[in-house]
């Protein structure tokens, strides 16, 4: 649907975490009313109504995937069944009754626990800002088929981590495993190494923003599942007024770290793939 400069500009000013769900609700009000265009009076009209009803609109959680996980070109990895065991998982989790439990004055948009997958790491869900991230990637792996020195995956990788060196590509720490020079090398030479799911915890905005920390290794999605079922266990034992993931896991660090499990208090110790 096309919107005027005006409303776009608007729009834009909607904070960015709940920016996708107006948007789509001014234009399906819109359209209900028969409407082509969007224009500020389409936008105010909405903004009023979904403020006004905010309350009934949260559900305890969000899921929030990468925007091209139907066919983007950079995917890693392809999150889509993974996803759904989370959507199923999150679903039964009662996240709505458990949060109006500790925030009795009323649940926001931030009260909600916030999952982000993205299939790569150019991480377009922002997946370094929400409870659990998840961010899938690819390792090369360098075979003992010949290298033709064409250069392609050198020429392909945007952080310089791979050199020829003795007509046989190497690839260093700067990798950020997003596997695009495997799928330009034309002899094999570079192949799927480890693939998997990076997972950082605790991340948030708001008047204290955090990135999430990064737990180490690749981790499958059997135990992305049970990682996340962990968190969540910790979450709701621990969560008291609604705070976030974060605050829960830095107060334990603080006063009783041994009630945290082993995922987040001894990492080093976490198999990774
Ligand atoms: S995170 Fe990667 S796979 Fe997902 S939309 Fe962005 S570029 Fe595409
Ligand atoms: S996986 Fe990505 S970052 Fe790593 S060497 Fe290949 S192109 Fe470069
Ligand atoms: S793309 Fe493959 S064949 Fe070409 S230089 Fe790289 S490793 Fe060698």
């Not at 020195?149 to 060196?165: M, S």
């Amino acid at each position: 649907m096309e919107w005027t400069a005006e409303a776009q500009e608007t729009i834009r000013k909607v904070p960015f975490f709940v920016r996708k769900r107006v948007r789509a609700r001014v234009e399906k009000e819109a359209a209900a009313e028969g409407k082509q265009l969007v224009t500020l009076a389409e936008v105010r009209a909405t903004q009023a109504r979904y403020l006004s009803n905010m309350e009934t609109d949260i559900k305890g959680y969000q899921i929030e995937t990468c925007f091209g996980t139907g066919g983007c070109p950079n995917r890693a990895v392809i999150s889509g069944d993974m996803v759904e065991r989370i959507q199923s998982f999150m679903a039964e989790q009662n996240l709505l009754d458990f949060l109006k439990q500790r925030v009795p004055e009323g649940l926001k948009y931030h009260h909600e626990f916030r999952i982000a997958v993205a299939d790569c790491p150019n991480a377009c869900s922002q997946p370094q800002i929400r409870d659990i991230g998840i961010i899938g990637v690819c390792s090369p792996a360098v075979t003992s088929e010949p290298c033709s020195a064409c250069n392609a995956c050198v020429d392909t990788c945007k952080e310089d981590a791979i050199q020829l060196e003795e007509g046989c590509p190497a690839i260093t720490k700067s990798c950020i495993q997003c596997g695009q020079c495997i799928s330009v090398c034309p002899t094999g030479t570079l192949d799927k190494g480890a693939v998997g799911y990076r997972i950082l915890l605790g991340g948030k905005l708001g008047r204290h923003p955090r990135l999430g920390e990064e737990l180490p290794g690749i981790y499958d999605e059997d135990s992305v599942i049970s990682i996340i079922r962990d968190c969540l266990s910790l979450y709701k034992q621990h969560c008291r007024h609604g705070e976030r993931f974060a605050e829960v896991i830095q107060s334990l660090k603080a006063e009783n770290p041994s009630a945290l499990p082993d995922i987040i208090r001894l990492p080093q110790k976490v198999q990774a793939l």
